[in-house]
Nanobody, 116 residues
Framework: QVQLVESGGGLVQPGGSLRLSCAGF????????MGWYRQFPGKERELVAT????????TYADSVKGRFTISRDNGGNTVYLQMNSLKPEDTAVYYC?????????WGRGTQVTVSS
């Protein structure tokens, strides 16, 4: 059984930092890329950042460019999201995704709250 498990969410003050982690467990083969989405209450999930397995190229939503950094451990199924200069509008549930050619795997999400 495949599982993606996120960790690192929590409450942080505006301007602070958090680092999210997502570890993949089980038989996950042929991952093309991994990434992070977030979901605001009453809204659909939106892309935050992705990283390709081959070459490591990254993409970011305009709203997080220059503040968030996605990375991945070499050869493993763990992806990270370093979030700096957090704003209240970053408050959301953050989900990890692993994409293969045939199926996408999702984590259950981790809450990030930015508030003073």
């Amino acid at each position: 059984q495949v599982q993606l498990v996120e960790s690192g969410g929590g409450l942080v003050q505006p301007g602070g930092s958090l680092r999210l982690s997502c570890a993949g467990f089980g038989s996950i083969f042929g991952i093309n890329n991994m990434g992070w989405y977030r979901q605001f209450p009453g809204k659909e999930r939106e892309l935050v950042a992705t990283i390709r397995s081959s070459g490591g190229s990254t993409t970011y939503a305009d709203s997080v460019k220059g503040r968030f950094t996605i990375s991945r451990d070499n050869g493993g199924n763990t992806v990270y999201l370093q979030m700096n200069s957090l704003k209240p509008e970053d408050t959301a549930v953050y989900y990890c995704i692993a994409r293969t050619s045939f199926v996408n795997y999702w984590g259950r999400g981790t809450q990030v709250t930015v508030s003073s």
